[in-house]
């Protein structure tokens, strides 16, 4: 039986697993995909306070890795099922995917979000032959070709910028007349004669044959509907809150988990940190600070409960 278990090695879990094995805690940390998450898929983070240039996310996210690890922390390649909790033990109980179970004191959710898909024709039926949702993974494949880039938030600006190192050309199509994304990269792109700003606009479906040959765009403001030449369509719309495993009752309508400032639930000794949970702004920064502060919290919840 372990003091704590760690759902997720993101950003939020790893800060968790640094601050838990800090503070005694026999703990490990459980993760489906490899160490990292989102960030993984980040070509640069330049907000991330400590380093005065930029940093590629596989970097950043990498040193975290190794020093969770350093400090002993063990991650284990699972996925997580579903989570008991025993009102009368107050222990909980972890179901995993390949049938294992294992029991902690505390928990903490840090299973981040993944990308919303757009859910037009052909949106599947292109993935990897020209539909993605990583432009760190797959822009190289663009040199000299026309892409389009769906979305108006961070993500779907930085990405665009970023496609512009390899790609002749990028739409950024986007649904309304302004964007969401921080005024520092609507400046960086507004310069930059690459990108073809495709406002007020909602892609209908991706056409093609063997791959992406183009995208059909409608202009909700006047209706016209016109079809766009591209090899790449890049889709930039969001996240959805990786919390299938939890009770509903733990969640709110937007499926995200609610939490109070020290990332407690409202099952006693459940925590929840990072892109998963209600009003996050989802920042590497603030995912760590979650991590830290769940970490901190199952801390006085075991001394307390022991
Ligand atoms: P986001 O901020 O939620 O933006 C999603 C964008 O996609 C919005 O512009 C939205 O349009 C559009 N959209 C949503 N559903 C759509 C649909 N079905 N069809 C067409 N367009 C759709 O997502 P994000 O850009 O991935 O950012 C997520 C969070 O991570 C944000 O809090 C962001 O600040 C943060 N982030 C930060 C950084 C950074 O600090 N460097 C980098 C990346 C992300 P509307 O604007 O009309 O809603």
Redesign the pocket.
């Known amino acids: 039986m372990k003091d704590l278990i760690i759902l997720g090695a993101g950003p939020a879990g790893l800060a968790a697993a640094i601050y838990g094995m800090r503070a005694g805690l026999n703990l490990f940390v459980i993760e489906k995909f490899s160490p990292g998450g989102q960030v993984m898929n ?1 070509y640069e ?3 991330y306070p400590g380093f005065v240039d930029p940093i590629p996310g596989w970097e950043l996210v990498s040193a975290m890795e190794n020093q969770a690890k350093r400090l002993g922390a063990e991650i284990i390649s699972a996925e997580i099922q579903s989570i008991a909790h025993d009102t009368h033990s107050k222990l909980f109980t972890l179901a995993l995917s390949d049938g294992k179970t294992f029991q902690a004191k505390a928990v903490i959710a840090a299973t981040g979000a993944s ?2 898909k ?2 037009i024709p052909g949106e599947d039926h292109f993935y990897g032959r020209g539909v993605s949702y990583c432009a760190t993974c797959d822009g190289a494949f663009y040199k000299e070709r026309v892409t389009a880039v ?9 990405e665009a910028h970023f496609l512009t190192r390899f790609a002749s050309k990028v739409y950024l ?4 007349n302004e ?4 005024k520092i ?1 609507q400046d960086r792109i507004a310069s930059m004669n690459k990108i073809t700003p495709v406002l007020e606009s ?2 209908l479906s991706i056409n093609g044959e063997a791959n992406v040959q183009s995208i059909t765009v409608k202009n909700v403001r006047t209706g016209e509907i016109s079809e766009l030449s591209v090899d790449g369509v890049f889709v ?4 959805t809150p990786n919390t299938s495993y939890l009770p509903n009752e733990l969640l709110n309508d937007k499926g995200e988990v609610i939490v109070d400032m020290q990332m407690r639930t409202k099952i006693p000794g459940l925590f929840a940190a990072g ?1 998963l949970r209600c009003d ?5 920064v603030m995912a760590c600070a979650d991590g830290a502060t769940a970490a901190l919290s199952a801390y006085d919840f075991i001394i307390e409960n022991s």
């Open positions: 980040t983070v330049e907000n990308l919303k757009l859910g769906i979305g108006g938030g961070d993500t779907a600006l930085e199509i986007h649904r309304r964007y969401r994304a921080a990269l909602i892609p930039f719309i969001g996240y892109d996050s702004k989802r920042q590497i």
